[in-house]
């Protein structure tokens, strides 16, 4: 996505007067951005992915801030929209003055944000949904990051649950954008790896009046269950012109898929037994309960749907980062985020700031193991990660079982 001209002289202005566009002293409070749909096809899950941003501000303000000032939050909406989201990330930094970027959630929306605002201005970022493999070669000298697996590891997820459900030939419908292709591309590969077969792969442009040459493309050859790949705003009518059309009656769904909008807009019964992936914390994890627990506290029951601990992960980690280097500024964040998320070190779990503080004042490393899971960012910026196998039971999303994916 291309910057606008007006951006492209404020970048360069700053850069002529000798300024930074993370200015940072030691005593500067560090000002995280936060870049979510807000509106569009994915508001429901920007707006709690927000709570887990929030959250995680508020544990870290209470426990003494970063740097001895309190953390300020800047809140952007990208209305899932590329252009939207470039624009509003150039005014979180040249406007809001903000140091780093969580977000954007759309892979679509990360990706030229990444290329056009937060690597040339030198911000890191840290996205809390993006999961194209894209991400993985994109250059953004080190600046983006992510804190949930590729869907690399996803499409595998994904292909084994269709086995696990008896599936050995299915179409796929995916939303035509980074983070469908992706995926789809991905789950394919492994799909047919193991011995099944793809009849039809179709993609949709989102907010179609109709899906049904999508679904009439998929169809072909009868398979087995519909692989799809969405958001509840084009997913929920893409269901309900499958099921009144008879193309298909059995589904496997992505992440985007996993919100309580979908089961009460086709109806539990309807989709009993139906299900898919999305990352989720290892089983057992003590710091996902302890992030559950405060979540709950804060803003009532937590939501079944993803990316919320993803989102308050980045937090921690950016904090972290900020107060291990000294500093707010862009390129030492980046320079400490791997310090502070990987081993070794004193390991620092959710909630636990004042813990973290104290070590980093004694000069100790430390390891967050996040309220997602373990944040060992590779060279890439990258994480693994598990995944769950949810379903729909009796009107509820319910986690069937978490998984590592098979090698490829």
Known sequence: M????????????????????????????????????LTGS????????????????????????VLGQPIALAVADDQGSPQAGVDAAQR???????????????????????????????????????????LTTLEDNDFLFRTLASDAFQGVAMAQVAQEKGFSTVGIIYINNDYGQGLAESFQEAFEAAGGKVTSSAPYAEKQASFRGELQRASQGRPDALILIAYPGDGIPIL?????????????????????????????DILEGMGGTAPEAPEGSASAQTFAEAYNARFGEMPTRPYIDTAYDATYVL???????????????RDALRDVANAPGVEIGPGQWAQALEALNQGQDVN????SGSVEFDEAGDVTGTFAHWEIQNGEIVTIKIFEPDAQ
Request: net charge positive; no cysteine; aromatic share 6%.
């Open 319 to 333: 904090a972290l980062a900020a107060q291990k280097a000294g500093s707010v500024n862009g390129v030492a964040i």
């Open 240 to 268: 309900r012109q499958a099921l009144e059309g008879g193309f298909f009656q059995r589904f496997v769904f992505s992440d985007g898929m996993r919100a309580p909008e979908v089961v009460q807009a086709i109806g539990g």
């Open 42 to 65: 994915l508001q429901a899950f920007g707006e709690t992915a927000l709570n887990g941003i929030r959250l995680a501000v508020e544990e870290i303000n209470a426990a003494g801030g």
């Open 92 to 134: 979180l930094i040249s406007v809001e003055r903000s140091h780093a970027i969580i977000g954007a959630m759309s892979s679509g929306i990360t990706i030229p944000v990444a290329r056009s605002v937060t690597a040339p201005a030198q911000v890191p970022q840290i996205s809390n949904a993006s999961t194209s493999p894209v």
């Open 2 to 37: 291309m910057m606008n001209k007006f951006f492209k002289l404020g970048l360069a202005g700053l850069v002529a007067a000798g300024l930074s566009a993370s200015p940072a002293t030691a005593q500067e409070a560090l000002k995280i951005g936060a870049l979510m749909p």
């Open 368 to 371: 967050y193991t996040g309220a």
